[in-house]
């Protein structure tokens, strides 16, 4: 039993897409610490990455080993990772009963290497087929904003961090292929209704964790406590 008498809401898999530095890991980070206090066993975690080997591809993607390979092969790449991921860690913690949350997951392959990349949908269709087994999210948060404003939150944490080559990095990225992106994910979203939900993300985090908080407990309302008899 959880806090308020209520029975522990049964296991929820929920993932947070959107593009660089528009606030996911912030939000994962919140909505987790939220679902604990109110006593529901909840595992975060990422993507790429999640379990050792995954987390093996992701430094092998992200170091940009296999750029030269093409956008395809990354795509491979990401789905083998999420295979390992689902069987290792998403799949056993559904099953014991814990809510997932996950940064980024199969919408990020269709967003970058799919809408935006250029890898044919037979190919991501497929690929997705086999790195989920059937474990589809419950709910999907996708967070959106203009990628200019959100840049120069990455940046400005680069700099912040004491680290400026990112920062400088971040100055020369194409723009033109991350509004492609962003247009990806709403694309994604319209596609999927029952499943996705869109919010703007050009908000202070209190608010934006507020937006997430009622889309959730609007979704799954066997997570508003039973109000206490007067
Ligand atoms: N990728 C792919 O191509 N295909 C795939 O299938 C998958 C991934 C799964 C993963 O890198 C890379 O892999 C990514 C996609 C690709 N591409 N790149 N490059 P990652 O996971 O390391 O990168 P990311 O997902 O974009 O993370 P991020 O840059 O850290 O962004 P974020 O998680 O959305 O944001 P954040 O860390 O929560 O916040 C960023 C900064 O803004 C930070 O300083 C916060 O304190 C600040 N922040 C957060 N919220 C706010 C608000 N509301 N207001 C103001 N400031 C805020």
């Avoid at 909840?42 to 390979?69: C, D, M, N, Y």
């Avoid at 814990?98 to 290497?113: E, G, H, L, N």
Wanted: a negative charge.
């Amino acid at each position: 039993m959880a806090k308020y008498g209520i029975d522990i809401p049964s296991a929820r898999f929920l993932t947070f897409e959107g593009g660089e530095g528009v606030g996911k890991s912030t939000q994962v980070k919140r909505l987790a610490a939220r679902l604990s206090e109110q006593d529901i066993p909840v595992v975060r975690t990422r993507e790429p990455g999640g379990t050792p080997k995954a987390e093996a591809i992701r430094s092998f993607i992200l170091q940009g080993k296999p750029e030269s390979w093409g956008v395809g092969a990354e795509a491979v790449l990401f789905a083998a990772a999420r295979l390992d991921h689902v069987n290792g860690l998403i799949a056993p913690a559904l099953e014991d009963g814990k809510w997932v949350i996950c940064d980024r997951f199969a919408d990020s392959t269709r967003a970058y290497q799919g809408l935006t990349g250029g890898v044919e949908d037979g190919l991501i269709d497929a690929l997705e087929d086999l790195a989920l087994n059937g474990q589809r999210p419950d709910l999907t948060l996708i967070l959106d904003m203009n990628p200019e404003v959100a840049f120069e939150r990455v940046r400005q944490r680069a700099l912040d961090d004491g680290m400026p080559a990112i920062a400088d990095r971040f100055e020369k990225e194409d723009i033109e292929f991350h509004r492609r992106l962003r247009e990806g994910f709403l694309t994604i979203a319209k596609d999927n209704p029952d499943r996705c939900v869109v919010l703007s993300a050009d908000q202070d985090e209190g608010a934006l964790a507020a937006d997430i908080w009622q889309v959730v407990t609007q979704r799954f309302p066997e997570l508003v406590p039973e109000e206490e008899p007067a």
